[in-house]
C-alpha cells in the first residue's frame, strides 16, 4: 500500500491504482488503500471508480473525515449537489477542526450561488429584452 501512497504524492496517479489494486486484492475491506485509489481515480476523472472507493472506504469506516471529504468533491464532479453537501458536513461532524471540509463546502456553496445569480441576471435581460421588443410594436 505504501508504493500507492507514494505514487499518489507523486502525482503518478495510475501508478497509485495500479499499487492500490494490487494491495487491495488482497485486503479488501482496507479503508486507508480504498480512500487512497479513489483519490487517484479522482485526479483521473474516473469519478465512478473513485465514488465506490470513496463509499466502501466510508463503508468499512464511518469516522473517516478525509473519505467524506473526498467522496463530497467526486459528487461535486458528478453533479450530485445534495450528496456533496452531505458528505462535506459529515465530514465537519466528524471532526470540527477539519478545515479541507469547510473550504470545500464554502466553495461549493459559492458557486451554486454564483450560477444562481448568473441565471437570475440572465433572466432579468431576457425579460428586457422582450420589453423592449413590445415596445417597438
Known amino acids: 500500500m505504501q508504493e500507492g501512497i ?9 501508478d497509485a491504482v495500479n499499487y492500490l489494486t ?3 486484492k488482497s485486503d479488501p475491506q482496507n479503508a486507508v488503500g480504498r480512500y487512497n485509489r479513489a483519490v487517484a481515480y479522482y485526479y483521473l476523472k474516473d469519478f465512478n471508480d473513485a465514488q465506490k472507493d470513496a463509499s466502501a472506504a466510508i463503508e468499512n469506516n464511518s469516522n473517516y473525515t478525509e473519505a467524506y471529504n473526498i467522496r463530497g468533491l467526486i459528487n461535486t464532479a458528478l453533479n450530485q449537489l445534495q450528496e456533496a453537501i452531505s458528505d462535506f458536513t459529515s465530514a465537519i461532524n466528524i471532526d470540527p477542526n ?8 464554502a466553495l461549493f456553496i459559492n458557486n451554486r ?11 432579468v435581460h431576457c425579460q428586457l429584452i422582450l420589453l423592449c421588443l413590445l415596445l417597438t410594436l
Do not use: V
Open 22 to 24: 494490487q494491495y487491495l
Open 98 to 105: 477539519y478545515s479541507e471540509a469547510y473550504m470545500n463546502r
Open 113 to 123: 450561488m454564483t450560477i444562481r445569480w448568473q441565471c437570475q441576471i440572465l433572466i
Open 6 to 14: 507514494a505514487a499518489n504524492e507523486a502525482r503518478a496517479y495510475g
